[in-house]
């Protein structure tokens, strides 16, 4: 079985920064990629960041220039780096990972519980 075990979530005054981690554990025979999403109230979940296997990134034009993404590969890591935050930025994030568990099987999509973030003006 794969887990997502997310941390780093909060009440953050806008202008400030928060450093949201992920974690993979369980059955993964490769990572192909690791990223974000958030949920806001009445929205539909969408995409924060990403990072490949090999390190490509991509981000949402809402958050380039604030939100940094980065893995630990040795630690099955992936790190979102959020600054200059503000009210809108106010969601649920949920990590996402792109594995698979056997060398035959395809990738599937794995999804944390998400970490509560949340800016007060």
């Known amino acids: 079985q794969v887990q997502l075990v997310e941390s780093g979530g909060g009440l953050v005054q806008a202008g400030g920064s928060l450093r949201l981690s992920c974690t993979a554990s369980?059955?993964?025979?490769?990572?192909?990629?690791m990223g974000w999403y958030r949920q806001a109230p009445g929205k539909q979940r969408e995409l924060v960041a990403t990072?490949?296997?090999?390190?490509?990134?991509l981000s949402a034009d809402s958050v380039k220039g604030r939100f940094t993404i980065s893995r630990d590969s040795a630690k099955n890591t992936v790190y979102l780096e959020i600054n200059s935050l503000a009210p809108e930025d106010t969601a649920l994030y949920y990590c996402?990972?792109?594995?698979?568990?056997?060398?035959?099987?395809?990738?599937?999509?794995?999804w944390g519980q998400g970490t509560q973030v949340t800016v007060s003006s």
């Open positions: 996402n990972l792109q594995a698979r568990i056997t060398r035959f099987s395809g990738s599937d999509s794995y």
């Open positions: 369980g059955n993964i025979f490769r990572i192909n990629a």
């Open positions: 990072i490949t296997n090999g390190g490509s990134t």
